[in-house]
T-cell receptor, first 110, second 114 residues
Framework: SQQGEEDPQALSIQEGENATMNCSYK?????LQWYRQNSGRGLVHLIL?????REKHSGRLRVTLDTSKKSSSLLITASRAADTASYFC??????????FGKGTRLSVIA | DAGITQSPRHKVTETGTPVTLRCHQT?????MYWYRQDPGHGLRLIHY???????DKGEVSDGYSVSRSKTEDFLLTLESATSSQTSVYFC?????????????FGSGTRLTVV
């Protein structure tokens, strides 16, 4: 069963715009992670945010976590065509393997 | 990623035949995982390992078995392949004692059961 659910399922934006993806989950978590997957490739880890953190930055990525709402958002600023990919959130509820959502497909149009 | 290799990359097999997929890592990571990815389902955990000869079932383990006789190798076996096992299979590893790190994924094996 999916723990995280991303929203929207698909997103299309122009190069230079910001892209925001959301993730909602159901149970308490230890940490939440975001991954990117380019077509035909494996997933690549982007960022991890712990349950006691509210915001984290990495380059053009900004992740927020609201444990009271059981939700997280991934913001990609000044998007580029190379950001075109699927993005997945994944949650860890302690001593358990990551549970992944179904992903958001992002298309950045040049 | 150079530290984790999956083989084969592509395979077509017939219904009812046994199939073994291999995951090889050079990172000396303790934890290893097998996921399958299907349209509309995202990634689902099949089996995982927390050490040599230590494995456990995931969400969709029926029809699959695993073995880990060495730290670096984690094998996934479909005892008798069915069409519902047509999927892309990903192996992943993670280092660290508390697993508060990102997973490293292999490039995947695309399996087609005809």
């Amino acid at each position: 069963s999916q723990q995280g659910e991303e929203d929207p399922q698909a997103l299309s934006i122009q190069e230079g715009e910001n892209a925001t993806m959301n993730c909602s989950y159901k149970t308490s978590i230890n940490n939440l992670q975001w991954y990117r997957q380019n077509s035909g490739r494996g997933l690549v880890h982007l960022i991890l945010i712990r349950s006691n953190e509210r915001e984290k930055h990495s380059g053009r990525l900004r992740v927020t976590l609201d444990t009271s709402k059981k939700s997280s958002s991934l913001l990609i600023t000044a998007s580029r065509a190379a950001d075109t990919a699927s993005y997945f959130c994944a949650t860890d509820s302690g001593n358990t393997p990551l549970v992944f959502g179904k992903g958001t497909r992002l298309s950045v149009i040049a | 990623d150079a530290g984790i290799t999956q083989s084969p990359r592509h395979k077509v097999t017939e219904t009812g035949t046994p199939v073994t997929l291999r995951c090889h890592q050079t990172e000396n990571h303790r934890y290893m995982y097998w996921y399958r990815q299907d349209p509309g389902h995202g990634l689902r955990l099949i089996h995982y390992s927390y050490g040599v000869k230590d494995t456990d079932k995931g969400e969709v383990s029926d029809g699959y078995s695993v073995s880990r006789s060495k730290t670096e190798d984690f094998l996934l076996t479909l005892e008798s392949a069915t069409s519902s096992q047509t999927s892309v299979y990903f192996c992943a590893t993670v280092g660290g004692t508390d697993r508060n790190y990102g997973y490293t994924f292999g490039s995947g094996t695309r399996l087609t059961v005809v």
